[in-house]
C-alpha cells in the first residue's frame, strides 16, 4: 500500500513537551547557535552544519528536497525549556512502497539525554503509521555511534544488519552504517504502548 504522504502539508506534531513543524529557511537563526557553539553534534554525520554557511547550505537543501518530495525535515522546539533543541526529518520517502527512513536527527547537548527524543519519535512515528500510512519506518546511523543507537533501540527498533563503507564522512573516509526499523504491525502490536509508558 502506498504511503497517504504530501510534501506540500504543514505536518505540525505536538504534545505538552514537545513541538515539531516545518523546517524553514527563516529557522537559520534558531539553530545557528548549534552550528557555531557544538561542533561535535556532527561528528558522526554525512550532513553537516557546522558552521554559519553550513547551516545555509544544510537548510536549503533540506527545503529543496522536500520540494522534490524525497525527504520532510522539521525543527524540534522543546516547551519545558522554552528553546529551539534541533531537527529531524523523514527522508528516503519511498511512496510506491509505503516506506521511508527517519533521522538526521540531532539536538543541541542541553537537550539530550532529556527525554525529549522519546517524545518526538513518539508523535512522528504516530504520524508516519496512523496518518501517512507507512508500512515500514527505516533508521540508520553509523555503526560507531553507540549512544545514537541505543537510542533507537529503546524506542522499539529491531536491528536489521550493517551495510559496510556506504556513506562518506567529512574527513575523506567512510563509515559503515547499521540499518533499524519499526514495521506497521509492531508499531500497534506494542512499540507504540511501550514508547508511550516512557514518556516523561
Known amino acids: 500500500m502506498s504511503l497517504n504522504f504530501n510534501s506540500k502539508e504543514e505536518y505540525i506534531l505536538e504534545d505538552e513537551r514537545v513541538?515539531?513543524?516545518?523546517?524553514?529557511?527563516?529557522?537559520f537563526e534558531n539553530l545557528l547557535p548549534f552550528a557555531i557553539n557544538e561542533p561535535e553534534t556532527w561528528r558522526y554525520s554525512s550532513k553537516t552544519a557546522g558552521s554559519g554557511e553550513l547551516l545555509k547550505l544544510y537548510i536549503n537543501d533540506a527545503l529543496e528536497?522536500?520540494?522534490k518530495g524525497i525527504e520532510y525535515p522539521f525543527i524540534v522546539f522543546d516547551k519545558?525549556?522554552?528553546a529551539y533543541a534541533g531537527s529531524t526529518r523523514f527522508y528516503d520517502i519511498q511512496a510506491e512502497n509505503g516506506a521511508l527512513e527517519l533521522g538526521y536527527t540531532w539536538?543541541?547537548?542541553?537537550f539530550r539525554g532529556t527525554g525529549l527524543n522519546k517524545h518526538c519519535k513518539f508523535l512522528l512515528l504516530e504520524l508516519a503509521f496512523e496518518t501517512i500510512n507507512a508500512d515500514r519506518v527505516g533508521f540508520r546511523a553509523d555503526a560507531r555511534n553507540q549512544v545514537s543507537i541505543a537510542a533507537m533501540?529503546?524506542?522499539g527498533c529491531t536491528v536489521e544488519g550493517v551495510v559496510r563503507s556506504n556513506?562518506?564522512?567529512?574527513?575523506?573516509?567512510?563509515?559503515?552504517?547499521?540499518?533499524?526499523s519499526i514495521l506497521k504491525d509492531e508499531w500497534f502490536g506494542e512499540v507504540k504502548e511501550r514508547l508511550k509508558e516512557k514518556l516523561q
Open 65 to 67: 528536497l522536500r520540494k
Open 153 to 155: 533501540k529503546s524506542i
Open 19 to 27: 513541538l515539531i513543524r516545518p523546517l524553514q529557511a527563516e529557522d
Open 107 to 110: 539536538y543541541g547537548k542541553d
Open 80 to 82: 519545558k525549556a522554552n
Open 167 to 180: 556513506a562518506p564522512l567529512r574527513d575523506g573516509s567512510r563509515r559503515d552504517s547499521i540499518l533499524l
